[in-house]
Structures are given as C-alpha cells and as structure tokens.
C-alpha cells in the first residue's frame, strides 16, 4: 500500500506539472506513460506487459508534442481492451517513430477488441461515464485548428486470421 502510494502521489504531481504545458517532449510523454502504466500494472496485479519503443530517429528530448495526448488511448487500451480478457498475457505496445517528417505515435493491445469490450460494458453497471475519448477528440479538433501540422487519429480493429478479435491498434 505504501509504495502504492508513493507512486500515485509522484504521477499525480507529474500530471498536474505536464497539464499546464502546451507541449512536451516525446521523452516526457513515455516517461508519463512508463510511470502510468507501472501503476496500473500493480493495480492489474502484474496481468499485463507493455512495452515503450522508440525509433533511433526520434530525437525524444528534442520533439514536441501536445502534452498528455496519448495516456486516453493508453487507458482505453487498458480499461476496454486488457481489462476483460480471461487469460493473463494482455499487452500494449506503445511506439514513436518518424515518416516523412512527421511523429507517429501507435498504441497497441492484445485485448478483446471493440466490439466485445461494448457487448461487456452494456452487461455491467456503470462506473462512471467515460469522457476521456470524446475530450480528447474535441482537444484535438481544436489543436488542428491553431496548428499548421494536423494530429490524424485512426482506431484499427486487429483481427486474427481466423477473423476473431486480436486487439486494437
């Protein structure tokens, strides 16, 4: 419980630090997911892996970013997709690379897909509303109209070859 602690009060201070910035580096925004997901992890009691992969081209502490703009996909991830799978192995794959000039940013899980996740979450009591997507994208459609360079989001349903639910990329 103590160590627990100590870490949810060091990412809730890191949170409200990043929050009041415009824009980090991607070096900041991996260590904010690292410590976010460390925490899950011992929430989840250690039923999941993920891993942060950084291309040799992204300079990290030198490229911008909007500040905490990928911890909703990260969380979604976790909360619709690795959160209802039956067996232990659940994974997210995050990773920054550069094409064309441009920062891609990719989360990826092995959870249950979106389909399954809502058939799942319409059986059950509601927690809480989730707003985290729906603000994001209105964050993002405002940031796309004062930047010159335009934030795309795309959400992929990875299927297996047997076209069952892999994931969500």
Known sequence: ????????????????????QKTITVAEEASYL???????????????NYSIDMDAEVKADYIA??????????????RHGIRYKTERGGKIEISFSLKDDN????????????????????KQHI???????????????????INERKIIVTVT???KEN???AGTL
């Open 34 to 48: 690292k410590k976010y997901l460390d925490m899950e992890r011992m929430r989840f009691g250690d039923t999941f």
């Open 163 to 165: 076209n069952s639910a």
């Open 1 to 20: 419980a103590n160590q627990y602690l100590t870490e949810f009060a060091a990412l809730i201070r890191q949170t409200l630090d990043i929050s009041s």
């Open 103 to 122: 920062l891609y940013c990719s989360v990826k899980d092995n959870g249950v897909g979106r389909n399954k996740a809502a058939a799942l979450k319409s």
């Open 65 to 78: 970013m909007p500040a905490l703009l990928l911890q909703p996909y990260v969380e979604n991830s976790l």
């Open 157 to 159: 349903d990875l299927l």
């Open 127 to 145: 927690e809480y509303q989730s707003k985290g997507m729906s603000l994001t994208g209105k964050r993002i459609e405002l940031l796309n109209t």
